[in-house]
């Protein structure tokens, strides 16, 4: 019975994405002046893994380019290659080549060999003209022996496995035949050893092999195709020049004469996969046990309080009132610690998120010509996968904002007294029910003067306006705004930062910058832990309850008539300090019947949105709770203006507002609304 391999790809694309992240880790922070042992020998295991795993699904471009990524790896951990910075370079240039094409795999697109085998004609050229330099060092010896010994016509080789060899998945039949393409193979079985029929496990191999392979492969190819079982079997092997008479396998049988035609599980293996109708996403997440352990415990809770609660209902009475209202209690309480439970299992430490960084700090300082280290603090703060992987996007464009705005070139901070080391901090941590990412740099801060200028030339603010240097940085996050002198491929073109708050603020979250001169800048992220539950307020316009994400609301205030003015568009507006706000009716925008359509006998509440800030007519605000999301696209259809969906306490449903499709719905121009208009103030009827 042959067995389908396909339904272990997503698990081999995960591991194999994990092992690369472990090589370049590595890689980074691997010093070639004083290379340790167990570096390289991390770098190693992780492409033995992925080249195995390869191998093994029949994925054989992976397999056959991680191959020479291997061999030199196996050199310099044998201290047979002595490894330069330029080699760590090709080393990272083919992590992300073999990245590169397991995301083809996963997407079941054909994959890519160009860059492959660009590399591995390098890899080649490093392994035929770099191994130099180990020859004066006290492994040349080994070096010259491996030459030496690899020009002989063949090997004799002696394997014999561990008992449990066949248990383990692996077949020697198939080892067998990877030898039989380095040349010509004769194999003769040593049977001394096989049990009595009686006395015979058939899982168990009782075998061992002499092994004649005539041709030019190489000592190490040759101990390649063992090395699954190597630390579980004998295996001795010797070129043929050089052994004894005795040790050549008397009456050796051709390979080709073996019976090829049995069903051999571990032969099959490598077998192409059969392509799939679409790809599989990837939805598994790592949890520790320790959370499962408290669900677990937190479910038998639950069912203990619903057995007692059964209880009391067969034979109620109004004496047992007390026991029952203590009971739900119970029941509240445990439902709330499930919900908890179960929110923390989809909670990842953001390490996940900040892992990528060491290698685009790495990159992108080199392209820059400067000098960057880069620090992670809070790396195991938690929050929800979700999140995560949405934030990513945010992060990067502000560490790359931060290389090529913030950061100075080395003799520039020399000049002002500063190392020419530059650095930036990842840093993350936990604040009330918030996660909070800062991304700081001892750079030379925002040029206040250059923004202000830049504002005012594209008419974003007018020349005669007083701003704080708060309300200043807060511009580099308008639409279409940058400083930079000129285009790069990096930064310039005035796209990113206003997409940067966008996609935080579809997060709930928000995020700020903080500017010091000479000094540096901190942008600061704040991020609810989980997109399922939302901080809510819940407000009524007649008889529906809607509810506002809290973290959207700036404030609520009664309104008064001297407080309301009309602009020459038509529009009323709240006169809030020494701005204009646009006043959106929410009963006009969904159609409802409120208490009173008069401005003063209503509520307004400021959210704000879409870089911008609005004030919605609302009838009555109500209690501020907990709401679990519902997804509205899920189970009914997208609705522009309403972000999601929950269930009240009373089994009603109340729809969740999406504060920038509000304004897309109301038609809110910003530019409308920049200064107060004191010459079309007229006040509202």
Request: aromatic residues 6%; charged residues 25%; contains cysteine.
């Amino acid at each position: 019975m042959s067995v389908d391999l396909s339904q272990f790809h997503q698990v081999f694309f995960e591991e194999s994405h994990e092992g690369l992240d472990t090589m370049e880790s590595a890689l980074l922070n691997l010093d070639v002046a004083e290379i340790e042992s167990e570096t390289i020998n991390e770098i190693f295991r992780a492409a033995h893994s992925i080249k195995g795993g390869s191998g093994t699904f029949g994925f054989n471009e992976i397999a056959d380019f991680t191959h020479v990524v291997e061999t030199l790896l196996d050199l310099i951990r044998s201290d047979q290659f002595v490894m330069q910075t330029e080699h760590v370079e090709l080393f990272l240039k083919s992590v992300d080549c073999i990245r590169s094409m397991i995301n083809q795999l996963e997407a079941d697109e054909a994959v890519d060999t160009s860059t492959a085998k660009d590399l591995k004609r390098q890899f080649e050229a490093v392994l035929a003209g770099d191994a130099g330099p180990a020859a004066e060092s006290d492994s040349g010896t080994k070096v010259a022996e491996t030459q030496t010994t690899e020009n002989s016509s063949g090997w004799d080789i002696y394997f014999k496995p561990d008992v449990d060899v066949l248990k383990t998945g692996n077949e020697p039949l198939r080892m067998f035949r990877e030898l039989a393409e380095m040349g010509t193979v004769a194999v003769s079985a040593n049977t001394e050893n096989v049990p009595s029929f009686s006395e015979m496990d058939p899982e168990s191999c009782y075998l061992s092999w002499n092994i004649q392979l005539e041709g030019d492969a190489s000592e190490a190819s040759v101990r390649e195709v063992f090395e699954w079982v190597i630390d579980d079997a004998e295996l001795t092997v010797t070129p043929i020049a050089q052994s004894s008479p005795e040790s050549k396998p008397a009456e050796a049988e051709p390979l080709a004469e073996l019976d090829n035609t049995a069903e051999v599980p571990a032969a099959k293996a490598v077998a192409k996969p059969t392509k799939k109708d679409s790809k599989p996403e990837s939805s598994s997440i790592r949890v520790g046990t320790d959370k499962v352990d408290s669900l677990i415990n937190m479910v038998g809770e639950l069912v203990i309080t619903q057995s007692m609660l059964g209880e009391l209902g067969r034979d109620f009475s109004i004496d047992r009132l007390p026991r029952l209202m203590e009971g739900l209690e119970q029941l509240n309480n445990h439902t709330r610690e499930l919900q908890e439970s179960v929110m923390r299992i989809r909670m990842l430490p953001i390490s996940f998120a900040f892992s990528r960084f060491p290698r685009l700090v790495h990159d992108m300082s080199k392209s820059l010509g400067k000098k960057v280290e880069l620090e992670l603090t809070g790396e195991q703060t938690e929050l929800d996968k979700t999140v995560m992987e949405r934030i990513g996007d945010p992060l990067v464009h502000l560490v790359r904002n931060s290389l090529d705005h913030g950061i100075e070139m080395p003799e520039h901070r020399l000049a002002q007294g500063k190392d020419e080391m530059g650095k930036i901090t990842l840093n993350a941590f936990h604040q009330g029910g918030n996660i909070v990412i800062q991304i700081i740099d001892d750079g030379a801060g925002l040029n206040r003067d250059r923004i202000l200028e830049k504002a005012i030339e594209k008419g974003l603010v007018s020349a005669q306006d007083k701003l704080a240097d708060e309300q200043i940085y807060d511009l580099v996050f308008k639409p279409g705004f940058s400083t930079a002198a000129e285009i790069t491929d990096i930064s310039g073109r005035g796209v990113g930062m206003d997409v940067v708050r966008r996609n935080i603020q579809e997060l709930n979250g928000s995020v700020e910058v903080e500017s010091h001169p000479g000094e540096g800048s901190v942008f600061t992220i704040r991020l609810p832990l989980t997109l399922a539950i939302l901080d809510g307020q819940l407000i009524r316009v007649g008889e529906h309850v809607y509810i506002f994400p809290l973290v959207s609301i700036v404030e609520s205030i009664q309104s008064y008539d001297q407080m309301i003015h009309r602009v020459s568009s038509g529009c009323d507006v709240l006169r809030l300090r020494e701005e204009y706000v646009p006043i959106v009716r929410l009963w006009d925008i969904f159609n409802n019947k409120p208490d009173s359509e008069a401005l003063e006998d209503g509520l307004l509440v400021v959210v704000e949105g879409d870089n911008m800030k609005i004030a919605v007519l609302v009838d009555d605000l109500l209690a501020q709770q907990q709401v679990v999301i519902k997804s509205l696209q899920d189970n009914y259809r997208s609705v522009e203006g309403i972000s999601g969906a929950t269930i009240l306490g009373d089994g009603t449903v109340s729809l969740i507002l999406d504060i920038s499709g509000l304004i897309k719905l109301a038609g809110v121009n910003r530019n409308d609304y920049k200064k107060a208009p004191a010459q079309d103030d007229t006040r509202a009827a």
